[in-house]
């Protein structure tokens, strides 16, 4: 695994708050559910004493731009998420521009001292007690193609090298962690897509089966099954039943081979 900072040396980490770590670090590995991401959260507020999180995958063009972000919210209040998006903060916030761009640990203070904030942001952001706080985000790598964000807040009106080490330490395991929930999500997102039925036929088409096959397989009308692979073919939209089975096995509709 690699990440541009590198692994960091803990200062003045307890023996019980390093144990801690580690075990967050396992957890991340196992996680394979939003409950089992929320309690990496819990288990960190342990040694991070934050009030509220949130964390985020976004696509990035190859100039750095921000092309889409998938939210994986922890427990910042949805009221806040609501108005950032309604009043499209994401343009002018600072703390989110420079983790897109650099990568590298903030604390609010400092970014907001370098490169003053809206004043409609910063006002709103304090009424949801979201002044003070870090940001620390990993860059694609491995078999993650997208970038990350993970964001907290709470009474950090000064700044600690500890905090900081930590979520230098921790950030490329939650980013991993992120991946997988944010990427399963998608998948049974994308499988609503389609009804069973539609999946099952597409199944069949997958693995070259007519749809002659397909009728006397499912004991249903071959003119029923053209009619499911209209609409498979409608709902996905493409051309053919080739393309119907590519899509559909990158969107995770089906599972590869």
């Given at each position: 695994?690699?990440?541009?900072?590198g692994?960091?040396?803990l200062?003045?980490?307890?023996?019980?708050?390093?144990?801690?770590?580690?075990?967050?670090?396992?957890?991340?590995?196992?996680?394979?559910?939003?409950?089992?991401?929320?309690?990496?959260?819990?288990?960190?507020?342990?040694?991070?004493?934050?009030?509220?999180?949130?964390?985020?995958?976004?696509?990035?063009?190859?100039?750095?731009?921000?092309?889409?972000?998938?939210?994986?919210n922890i427990?910042?209040?949805?009221?806040?998420?609501?108005?950032?998006?309604?009043?499209?903060?994401?343009?002018?916030?600072?703390?989110?521009?420079r983790?897109?761009?650099?990568?590298?640990?903030?604390?609010?203070?400092?970014t907001?001292?370098?490169?003053?904030?809206?004043?409609?942001?910063?006002?709103?952001?304090?009424?949801?007690?979201?002044?003070?706080g870090?940001?620390?985000g990993?860059?694609?790598?491995?078999?993650?193609?997208?970038a990350?964000?993970?964001?907290?807040?709470?009474?950090?009106?000064?700044?600690?090298?500890?905090?900081?080490?930590?979520?230098?330490t921790?950030v490329?395991?939650?980013?991993?962690?992120?991946?997988?929930?944010?990427?399963?999500?998608?998948?049974?997102?994308?499988?609503?897509?389609?009804?069973?039925r539609?999946?099952?036929?597409?199944?069949?088409?997958k693995?070259?089966?007519?749809s002659?096959?397909?009728?006397?397989?499912?004991?249903?009308?071959?003119?029923?099954?053209?009619y499911h692979?209209?609409?498979i073919?409608?709902?996905?939209?493409?051309?053919?039943?080739?393309?119907?089975?590519?899509?559909?096995?990158?969107?995770?509709?089906?599972?590869?081979?």
């Amino acid at each position: 695994m690699s990440q541009n900072d590198g692994p960091r040396k803990l200062p003045r980490l307890s023996k019980l708050d390093a144990l801690t770590l580690l075990d967050i670090t396992v957890k991340c590995l196992e996680c394979s559910t939003e409950a089992d991401y929320k309690q990496i959260f819990a288990l960190l507020n342990t040694i991070v004493p934050f009030d509220q999180s949130t964390s985020g995958l976004a696509k990035l063009s190859p100039d750095g731009a921000v092309e889409s972000y998938e939210l994986a919210n922890i427990n910042y209040p949805v009221e806040w998420l609501q108005t950032y998006k309604e009043k499209n903060f994401s343009g002018i916030d600072v703390i989110v521009k420079r983790n897109f761009t650099s990568f590298t640990p903030q604390y609010w203070d400092q970014t907001y001292k370098a490169h003053k904030p809206a004043r409609e942001f910063i006002t709103l952001a304090s009424d949801f007690n979201l002044v003070h706080g870090y940001t620390y985000g990993a860059r694609p790598f491995g078999f993650c193609k997208q970038a990350s964000l993970f964001s907290f807040s709470g009474n950090f009106k000064k700044y600690d090298p500890i905090v900081i080490a930590i979520l230098q330490t921790i950030v490329p395991h939650l980013h991993l962690a992120s991946s997988r929930i944010i990427e399963s999500r998608l998948i049974q997102h994308n499988r609503k897509l389609l009804s069973g039925r539609e999946r099952e036929v597409l199944s069949w088409l997958k693995h070259g089966k007519s749809s002659w096959d397909i009728s006397a397989i499912l004991q249903i009308s071959e003119c029923t099954v053209n009619y499911h692979i209209y609409n498979i073919i409608k709902k996905l939209d493409v051309q053919n039943r080739p393309q119907a089975v590519a899509v559909a096995t990158h969107l995770g509709i089906l599972d590869p081979d």
